[in-house]
């Protein structure tokens, strides 16, 4: 397979269980965030979005945290499965339209 | 959301050469923008492509090394020119519609200089 992710912090939790990946984003003047998911061999796929004058975001299965205050953004997935195992990035959007990426983290799930 | 064509999928070229990369997408799109991810790593934004001028480099980036064509709204090129073994990456096409409309992503170049 490809090497995404090889160099990324790691997150393994167990199958069923809630995961959290967490995002430090840069600049305080971003409006917009994304989370995206990268499977092996593929570009990366949206997963939620989050506007900054929002706080919460559901979706199936995912929930989007934003804390503007100290610049933070999580990303939690309710009863992980093994086909959310890849690499999660989370994007931020200043007012230039540019999408601007953070480090990222590799899920692992295990049995 | 829109679809993106992005070619080849993969590439083993010789060091000193330039390969280019086509970004087709089904539908008209405000914005292009070329990303470098490098192996292990998170996603670079190399450049914007803007249609009928020329394209926005970030930093880092320059246009004898990247050029970019954007000649419509469907339809960009990236070069990598004078290959060298640290432009081994995956180069990815990415396209949006602006703030809150999301920002989709080509399945990528695997390219490897050898």
Known sequence: GESVGLHLPTLSVQEGDNSIINCAYSNSASDYFIWYKQESGKGPQFIIDIRSNMDKRQGQRVTVLLNKTVKHLSLQIAATQPGDSAVYFCAENTNTDKLIFGTGTRLQVFP | SAVISQKPSRDICQRGTSLTIQCQVDSQVTMMFWYRQQPGQSLTLIATAN??????????????????????????????????????????????????????????????VV
């Open chain 2, 51 to 112: 249609q009928g001028s020329e394209a926005t480099y970030e930093s880092g980036f320059v246009i004898d090394k990247f050029p970019i064509s954007r000649p419509n709204l469907t339809f960009s090129t990236l070069t990598v020119s004078n290959m060298s073994p640290e432009d081994s990456s995956i180069y990815l096409c990415s396209v949006g519609e602006g703030l809150g409309y999301g920002y989709t992503f080509g399945s990528g170049t695997r390219l490897t």
